[in-house]
């Protein structure tokens, strides 16, 4: 049984000790979400972009950050990256763009694929792509993961002029 409930906005991290539901809605944005299974602590993030200006390069809308965030916000509740497992979420095509290789959501599914890979992080589950945006639920206690579409049209880009 969850005690708490926290809601994510773009940028923002939460790791808990105690059972907590984190939720957010992703687009194109992902959710990562990390567990320790030995000592019961998960977290989870909400990022936009994979990268940033230089000016960016501390804030946490943007991959890395985000990332370094998650795992330095676990490691504050007792879990050890080396039992951390994940579970990621969204990089959705919500636009009514065509969808290419260098469209945002592809970046950001590459970029965390990439991350977690290169920090030895086994990825336990996925749910990404697609055109529905997704709400997340995250129970950190567990290291469940509810996950629910929803139904969308996708967004015209307004025209530049």
């Given at each position: 049984?969850?005690?708490?409930e926290?809601?994510?906005?773009?940028g923002d991290v939460?790791?808990?000790?105690e059972?907590?539901r984190?939720?957010t809605?992703?687009?194109s944005?992902?959710?990562?979400?990390?567990?320790?299974?030995?000592?019961?602590?998960g977290?989870?993030?909400?990022f936009?972009?994979?990268?940033?200006t230089?000016?960016?390069a501390a804030c946490p809308?943007?991959g890395?950050p985000a990332m370094?965030r998650?795992i330095?916000?676990?490691?504050?509740v007792?879990g050890?990256p080396?039992?951390?497992?994940a579970?990621?979420f969204?990089?959705?095509?919500v636009?009514?763009?065509?969808e290419t290789a260098?469209?945002v959501?592809?970046?950001?599914i590459?970029?965390?694929r990439t991350?977690l890979?290169?920090?030895?992080?086994?990825?336990l589950?996925?749910?990404v792509?697609?055109?529905?945006?997704?709400?997340?639920?995250f129970?950190?206690?567990?290291g469940?993961?509810?996950?629910k579409?929803a139904p969308?049209?996708r967004?015209?880009?307004?025209?530049?002029?």
């Open positions: 049984m969850c005690v708490n926290v809601v994510l906005y773009l939460h790791a808990a000790v059972p907590t984190v939720k809605l992703l687009g944005c992902i959710a990562v979400c990390l567990y320790d299974p030995v000592h019961a602590v977290g989870m993030n909400h936009m972009l994979p990268r940033g230089v000016d960016d809308r943007f890395v370094e998650l330095g916000a676990l490691e504050a007792g050890a080396a039992r951390f497992v579970k990621v969204g990089g959705a095509h636009l009514d763009i065509e260098a469209s959501p592809q970046r950001n590459l970029f965390v991350f890979e290169a920090r030895g992080i086994p990825v589950a996925e749910d792509g697609g055109h529905e945006p997704r709400h997340v639920h129970h950190t206690a567990t469940r993961v509810l996950i579409r969308s049209e967004v015209a880009m307004p025209a530049l002029s």
